[in-house]
């Protein structure tokens, strides 16, 4: 009898000790504005859960009131700054949802894709879905703002997305240029031409495309890729090999020319 006495007391003072230990909690206020107060104080400190909280509670009590389009901008905020970007975002596309006059829905279609960017993985290998969000929802910012002062922020935001789905398919490319399949290989090289054209590895995808073509003795297919890589660009360090890929073309043909004749 006496154990379960003890066994009763431990457990109803690890639960007391839970509860104690538990979410932060901001009061309850009686009017938004004052509940809004309470949460923005809690986010100026950097309390991001706390604030959370807050500004839930302006959305969830005080639905109609006018500072609760400011108080949902700051709970996405609040994720964001925890760096829960994912969340983050959600809250942000939230607000462009259901408020969709607020003063906060430009900088809330911003900061979505950076929540987007921000929660891709590290490595350009791994699955970049969010990156493509990311991208997608930058240039929706930019066609619907474009008087926005975080025009060029974003315009950078997605070139360092862009850069990165490029070598994702780059590499992808060069694997298979590396396992002499020069035909798929040829296919991401395309892409990468196709989709990411001002990106830093159009430039690379190019020659390889026009190697790729070589390696197929393709040689005017080739000679074509290898000339129009000089024209877009003549300071490029591979145009020497260009040059070299050129005169190997040159003597191919002739070549094939002087056989046919005779």
């Known amino acids: 009898m006496k154990k379960r006495i003890k066994f009763v007391t431990g457990f109803s003072l690890a639960l007391i000790l839970l509860v104690g230990c538990g979410a932060p909690v901001v009061k309850m206020a009686a009017n938004p504005e004052e509940q809004f107060s309470l949460a923005k104080h809690e986010f100026d400190k950097k309390h991001w859960l706390k604030a959370t909280e807050g500004f839930q509670k302006v959305i969830f009590n005080f639905p109609g009131a006018t500072v609760v389009d400011t108080a949902q901008y700051y709970l996405a905020l609040s994720y964001f700054q925890s760096k829960d970007y994912e969340l983050a975002a959600v809250e942000f596309k939230r607000l462009i949802s259901n ?102 590895y159009a430039e690379s995808a190019l020659y390889r495309l026009a190697e790729s073509a070589f390696k197929q003795a393709k040689y005017a297919d080739a000679a074509g890729k290898f000339n129009n890589f000089i024209s877009i660009y003549p300071s490029s360090k591979l145009i020497p090999k260009t040059k070299e890929y050129l005169q190997k073309i040159t003597r191919q043909l002739e070549t094939v020319d002087a056989s046919s004749k005779s």
């Open 99 to 200: 408020y969709p006059r607020s003063s906060f829905v430009d900088q809330s279609q911003y900061m979505a894709g950076v929540c987007y960017l921000r929660n891709t993985p590290g490595h350009y290998a791994l699955d970049q879905e969010d990156l493509k969000k990311a991208t997608e929802s930058l240039q929706d910012f930019i066609i619907d703002n474009p008087d926005s002062p975080l025009i060029e922020d974003a315009k950078k935001a997605i070139a360092e997305g862009q850069t990165k789905l490029a070598r994702k398919d780059y590499e992808s490319g060069m694997v298979y240029f590396k396992m002499y399949d020069y035909a798929a290989a040829t296919v991401y090289f395309q892409y990468v031409i196709d989709n990411y054209t001002s990106s830093e």
